[in-house]
């Protein structure tokens, strides 16, 4: 009797454990993809010291979560989870950024930075997302032969 017992309870403690490990759920929050950058800024992007950051935002465009890559190389594969998470408030479509730089800062574009955003909206669980950084903040500055007439040739790419 005391057999049986303890067989029985082998037996289910191994399905319901068999049934817990396969029936996890999915977590609330996992964005991934890829990040490729324009082949005329390579360089730029690839130097020494740059920082990759990839921002998602809410429909309210409040900055939900953030992950930073120091000296990434390119295309760079990229995972956010919920340990990326900032706040909880994330909304149906979420807008995902990128920024490469190596002031460090956000929020503040200053002349060289690299960034894009993505054109769609994503849900939370996406596993598709590819951003390619194609646009560059840059400073005028004097053309060459221009010799002071106030011709300037912008940098902005």
């Known amino acids: 009797m005391k057999k049986t017992v303890l067989l029985i309870t082998l037996i289910s403690l191994v399905v319901g454990g068999y049934f817990l490990y396969n029936n996890k759920q999915q977590p609330r929050f996992h964005i991934a993809g890829q990040i490729e950058v324009s082949e005329r800024l390579q360089k730029r992007a690839e130097v020494p010291n740059n920082t990759c950051s990839i921002v998602v935002k809410n ?3 409040v900055p939900v ?4 890559i120091i000296n990434p190389s390119f295309p760079l594969a990229f995972e956010i989870t919920e340990q990326d998470l900032l706040i909880d408030a994330l909304g149906e479509d979420l807008k995902v950024e990128v920024y490469i730089n190596n002031h460090g800062e956000l929020g503040v574009l200053k002349a060289g930075d690299i960034f894009s955003e993505a054109s769609e909206g994503y849900k939370a669980n996406n596993k598709n997302v590819v951003l390619v950084a194609d646009k560059m903040i840059g400073m005028p500055r004097l053309a060459r032969g221009s010799r002071g007439n106030n011709f300037f040739k912008t940098a902005a790419r």
């Open 59 to 61: 429909e309210a465009d």
């Open 65 to 68: 979560a953030i992950k930073r």
